[in-house]
């Protein structure tokens, strides 16, 4: 299908037409709902329950929950990297399905690196595969907001590294004009 306007197909990443319930820190208490969101969110791989606790305490600096009417609308896992912590690796984000439309992603993000925390970042990096058509949309619209510096590799190779069990993981690395 060719989209001439993006958000036709993702409108996730459209103009955000709506100011999204709450954003917080994760807790501990968040390790669940975070497991049961990214399970409602193919093609995102699920890690084990006791990942998202270790997401939800020991970096909850980096990793962002959205909540609406008291339920877990949206995650973003992220860390800095150890060997340069002025980029942010943005792990995984997940907008629950029935969130989705509304700008959500995009606003978690730019929640997150609104953080104190965080003023030192000066790029993001994630990896996306070839067919998370949403994730794309949403780091493509960053970068675009960025000057359009952004580049892509590859990462881990589906054959070399995934010896065939998993798709090839694209590395797409965003300079941020801050």
């Not at 399905?97 to 995009?106: C, F, I, S, T, V």
């Given at each position: 299908?060719?989209?001439?306007?993006?958000?036709?197909?993702?409108?996730?990443?459209?103009?955000?037409?709506?100011?999204?319930?709450?954003?917080?820190?994760?807790?501990?208490?968040?390790?669940?709902?975070?497991?049961?969101?990214?399970?409602?969110?193919?093609?995102?791989d699920t890690n084990s329950s006791y990942?998202?606790?270790?997401?939800?305490?020991?970096?909850?600096?980096?990793?962002?929950?959205?909540?609406?009417?008291?339920?877990?609308?949206?995650?973003?896992?992220?860390?800095?990297?150890?060997?340069?912590?002025?980029?942010?690796?943005?792990?995984?984000?997940?907008?629950?399905?029935?969130?989705?439309?509304?700008?959500?992603?995009?606003?978690?993000?730019?929640?997150?690196?609104?953080?104190?925390?965080?003023?030192?970042?000066?790029?993001?990096?994630?990896?996306?595969?070839?067919?998370?058509?949403?994730?794309?949309?949403?780091?493509?619209?960053?970068?675009?907001?960025?000057?359009?510096?952004?580049?892509?590799?590859?990462?881990?190779?589906?054959?070399?590294?995934?010896?065939?069990?998993?798709?090839?993981?694209?590395?797409?690395?965003?300079?941020?004009?801050?």
């Amino acid at each position: 299908m060719i989209v001439s306007a993006p958000w036709v197909a993702f409108p996730e990443i459209g103009g955000e037409t709506e100011k999204h319930g709450s954003f917080s820190e994760p807790s501990a208490d968040d390790g669940d709902d975070i497991f049961n969101l990214i399970a409602q969110c193919p093609p995102l791989d699920t890690n084990s329950s006791y990942c998202n606790f270790l997401q939800s305490t020991h970096f909850s600096k980096t990793c962002l929950i959205a909540r609406y009417d008291g339920e877990v609308s949206g995650f973003i896992s992220g860390y800095l990297k150890p060997e340069d912590p002025t980029t942010l690796f943005v792990w995984q984000v997940a907008v629950s399905p029935k969130h989705r439309g509304k700008g959500l992603a995009h606003q978690m993000l730019r929640a997150l690196l609104s953080r104190e925390a965080l003023q030192g970042v000066k790029a993001i990096e994630t990896t996306i595969t070839r067919d998370n058509g949403a994730s794309w949309a949403l780091f493509k619209k960053v970068d675009t907001q960025n000057g359009q510096q952004g580049s892509v590799s590859t990462f881990l190779d589906h054959t070399t590294h995934f010896k065939g069990k998993h798709d090839t993981e694209y590395l797409y690395r965003i300079p941020l004009n801050r």
